[in-house]
C-alpha cells in the first residue's frame, strides 16, 4: 500500500440552506502522512473529510488526489477509505465478510477474499473472531475490524472521523497507539478528525486547528502547543492562561502588553504593532514561584485559592490582586503550598506569547452551561 | 377504588363487544340449524364444516346444502388466490420503490409524493373500484380478474410501502455510504445491504398485502364484472332472503383458527428474533 497526497485548492463549501461549512481552505496533506484536523464540533472538520471522500462537493475550488482532480469523481471511485463515527459495520454479515466487502465488490473470488479478509484481521489481532457478527464483538474489537475494512480496499488515504469517541478511557489511550502503528506499518496516508487535542497531540505528524470553517494554523503538534499563531488556537490546544490588552511598546521580536495586570513581556510572532488590541498567553507549566531575587519582568503577585491533585501533577488555581485567575501546574513532589497569603508568580518573557485579540475557544464552563 | 372497577369493568364491556360476535357465530357454526341460531340448539353437528369434502350423494340429500353452489364457491376462492397471486408480488415491489424513494432521496417533493402514493389507501373503495372500471372500460378491457387486481394493487401497494419505510428509517444511512465508499455499486448496496436487511419485513407485508387483497369487498365488487372471489361470493351468500346457511359461519370460524394460528407464530418468531 502507497500513500497519497491530498490537496483542497480553494475548497469552500456551502450547504443548500445557505450555511458555508468550510471557507475557501488551501490545504496540503502530504503522501504517508498522520494528519489530523482538530477543531470543536460544528467547526466544518467533518464536512472536509466528506469533501475528500467524494459525499459532499465542494461548492467551489477544487480536491486533488495524488495530483489528480477527484471532480465528479464518486465516493465508490476514489482512493479513500471513510471509518465512519458510528463505524457503519454491516449487521448481518460476519466480520470476515464485512472486511472482505470491498474486495467483494471488486468482484473478487470468494475464496482469495476470505484468505485477504483473514489476512488483514491478522493485522488487527482478530482472526479468532473472523465469523462472529459484529454485534458479538466489543467496543474495541469492532473499532479494529472497521480498520480492516478500510484497509481491505488498499486504500491511498484513509480518512477516519472520531473513531475512537464512543470508547472508554483507557481503551482509546490504547487504540491511539494501535492506529499510529497501523498507519506506520502500512504507510497510508492518514486523515484522522478529532476534537480531542490529546488525540491530535499524540498521534499526528502535522494537525490543522479549525474553527468556524476556518482553518487557524497547521503545524507539527510541538508548533501548535508551542507556537500557536491564533487566540483560538492557543485557548482551544491545551490549557492556557490568557491576559487581554493593548501593545504599548516592541523589543526586537518581544512585545510589551498593558494588561489589567500590569505590562508583560510576551514574544511577537505575528508583527502586532504598537496599539493593537492583543491577548497574551501563558501555559500553566511555564508559571513558577518567583524569588525575591527574580527578575520584575512578568511578576505577578497571587493568592493560592484551590489545589487540585491530578497525579504525577498538581494543578494551582490563583487569584490575582486584580481579581483574574491563573491556573499554575507543579510536578508533585509533596510539598505544602500556603494557601493564606500572597504569592509572587512569573513566568519566562520567552514562553508567553502576544497574539491578535480575536475569539477563544469555549471554556469547560460555558460548554457545561449549554 | 371505585375509579379500579370502573375500568374493570369497562374493559370486560369493550371485550365482550369485541368477541361476543364472534363467539356467537363459532357457537352456531355447530349447531344443525339453518339460518344459525344459537337460542334454538338442534344437536352438535360437523355438517356445516363437512359441507366442503362430502360426495356429491349426501350433499343432495341435505334440504339447506344441496341448494347452495359448491363447485361455484370453490371456483371462486381459486380466483382470490388468483387474483392476490399477483396482487402481493406487485404490491410489494411498488411498495419497496416507494419506500426507498421516501426514506432515501431527499426533496422538497417528498411530504407532497407521500401523500399522492398513499391517498388510495385513504380513499373509498367504491371509487378505487369504479375508476377502474370505467378505466380499463374506456381502454376496451372488459372488467374481471384483471381489473380487480389493477384496482386492488392501487390500495393494496400502500400497506407494505408504510411497513418497509418505518424499517428502512431504522437503518443507519452510514450503512449505506460505506459500502459506497467501499466502492460497491448502488446495485450491490441493495442486493447486499437494503434487501437482506428489509427481508423480515417483506415477509409480514407480504402477509398484510395477502389478507388485505383476500379480504377486500367494496374495490372488488365494483370492478369485478361477471367475475366473482371468495370475499365477493360470501357477500352473495349472506344476501340470502331466507337467512344465510351455517356453512359461512364455518368458514367465519376457520379463517378466525388460521388467524390466531398465524398470530402466534409471529409473536413466537419475533420474540425470538428479539432475544438473538
Known amino acids: 500500500m502507497h500513500g497519497k497526497d491530498v490537496r483542497l485548492e480553494g475548497v469552500q463549501i456551502t450547504y443548500p440552506n445557505g450555511f458555508t461549512a468550510v471557507q475557501p481552505t488551501d490545504l496540503t496533506i502530504k503522501a504517508g502522512e498522520f494528519f489530523s484536523i482538530l477543531g470543536p464540533s460544528g467547526c466544518g472538520k467533518t464536512t472536509i473529510l466528506r469533501t475528500v471522500s467524494g459525499f459532499v462537493e465542494p461548492t467551489a ?20 477509505a471513510l471509518i465512519f463515527q458510528n463505524l457503519a459495520l454491516f449487521p448481518l454479515m ?5 472486511v472482505a466487502f470491498g474486495l467483494e465488490s471488486r468482484g473478487v473470488p470468494k475464496a482469495a477474499r476470505r484468505s485477504k479478509a483473514l489476512e488483514l484481521l491478522d493485522l488487527v489481532a482478530l482472526r479468532d473472531q473472523a465469523d462472529k457478527k459484529p454485534g458479538e464483538l466489543s467496543g474495541g474489537q469492532r473499532q479494529r475490524v472497521a480498520i480492516a475494512r478500510a484497509l481491505a480496499v488498499e486504500p491511498a488515504v484513509l480518512l477516519l472521523d472520531e473513531p475512537l469517541s464512543a470508547l472508554d478511557l483507557k481503551l482509546r489511550q490504547h487504540m491511539r497507539a494501535e492506529l499510529r502503528e497501523i498507519q506506520r506499518k502500512t504507510g497510508v496516508t492518514f486523515i484522522y478528525i478529532t476534537h480531542d487535542q490529546g488525540e491530535a497531540l499524540t498521534m499526528s505528524d502535522r494537525i490543522a486547528v479549525m474553527n468556524n470553517g476556518v482553518i487557524e494554523q497547521v503545524g507539527t503538534g510541538d508548533e501548535i502547543y508551542s507556537e500557536p499563531r491564533t487566540a483560538f488556537a492557543a485557548s482551544f490546544v491545551g490549557e492556557a492562561n490568557q491576559m487581554q490588552g493593548r501593545v504599548c511598546g516592541l523589543d526586537g521580536d518581544m512585545a510589551v502588553i498593558e494588561t489589567a495586570q500590569g505590562r508583560l513581556l510576551g514574544r511577537n510572532p505575528c508583527g502586532l504593532k504598537d496599539g493593537d488590541e492583543a491577548m497574551l498567553f501563558v501555559r500553566p507549566e511555564a508559571l513558577v514561584w518567583a524569588s525575591s531575587r527574580a527578575p520584575d519582568t512578568n511578576r505577578l503577585i497571587a493568592r493560592p485559592v484551590r489545589r487540585d491533585l491530578e497525579g504525577s501533577f498538581v494543578n494551582i488555581v490563583l487569584r490575582t490582586n486584580t481579581g483574574a485567575n491563573l491556573t499554575m501546574h507543579q510536578v508533585n513532589t509533596g510539598a505544602e503550598i500556603d494557601m493564606e497569603s500572597d504569592a509572587s508568580v512569573r513566568f519566562p518573557c520567552e514562553q508567553a506569547v ?5 475569539p477563544l475557544a469555549q471554556t469547560g464552563q460555558e460548554l457545561a452551561a449549554q | 377504588m371505585t375509579s379500579q372497577r370502573l ?3 369497562y374493559t370486560w364491556a369493550f371485550l365482550l363487544f369485541m368477541f361476543g360476535p364472534l363467539i356467537l357465530m363459532i357457537l352456531s357454526s355447530f349447531n344443525d340449524m339453518s339460518p344459525p341460531s344459537i337460542t334454538e340448539w338442534r344437536g352438535l353437528t360437523g355438517k356445516w364444516y363437512n359441507f366442503f369434502w362430502v360426495d356429491e350423494a349426501t350433499l343432495r340429500q341435505d334440504p339447506v346444502l344441496r341448494v347452495l353452489d359448491r363447485d361455484r364457491f370453490v371456483a371462486c ?25 421516501l426514506t432515501r432521496w431527499r426533496s422538497r417533493a417528498n411530504g407532497l409524493l407521500w401523500w399522492v402514493l398513499l391517498s388510495p389507501m385513504l380513499a373509498p373503495g367504491i371509487v378505487l373500484g369504479l375508476s377502474a372500471l370505467v378505466f380499463w372500460g374506456r381502454l376496451g378491457v372488459n372488467a374481471g380478474l384483471f381489473t380487480i387486481i389493477m384496482a386492488q394493487t392501487t390500495f393494496v401497494a400502500g400497506y407494505p410501502m408504510l411497513i418497509l419505510m418505518a424499517r428502512l428509517q431504522r437503518q443507519p444511512v452510514e450503512l449505506e455510504e460505506a459500502a459506497l465508499d467501499l466502492g460497491a455499486s448502488p446495485f450491490r448496496v441493495f442486493r447486499r445491504l437494503t434487501l437482506p436487511y428489509l427481508l423480515p419485513a417483506l415477509i409480514s407485508a407480504g402477509v398484510i398485502a395477502f389478507m388485505a387483497s383476500m379480504e377486500n369487498y367494496n374495490t372488488t365488487m365494483f370492478a369485478k364484472g361477471g367475475s366473482c372471489t371468495f370475499a365477493t361470493e360470501i357477500g352473495a351468500m349472506a344476501r340470502n332472503p331466507n337467512g344465510h346457511p351455517p356453512v359461512i359461519n364455518a368458514v367465519g370460524t376457520i379463517i378466525i383458527l388460521l388467524t390466531v394460528v398465524f398470530a402466534t407464530a409471529h409473536a413466537v418468531l419475533s420474540r425470538k428474533e428479539a432475544r438473538a
Do not use: Q
Open chain 2, 77 to 101: 376462492f381459486g380466483n382470490s388466490l388468483y387474483v392476490a397471486g399477483f396482487v402481493v408480488p406487485v404490491s410489494l415491489l411498488l411498495g419497496l420503490a416507494g419506500a426507498v424513494l
Open chain 1, 61 to 80: 475550488g477544487r480536491v486533488l488526489i495524488g495530483g489528480e482532480d477527484m471532480r465528479g469523481i464518486a465516493p465508490n471511485g476514489r482512493p479513500t
Open chain 1, 94 to 98: 460476519p466480520v470476515w465478510e464485512n
Open chain 2, 7 to 9: 375500568l374493570t369493568a
Open chain 1, 354 to 358: 502576544v497574539l491578535p485579540k480575536g
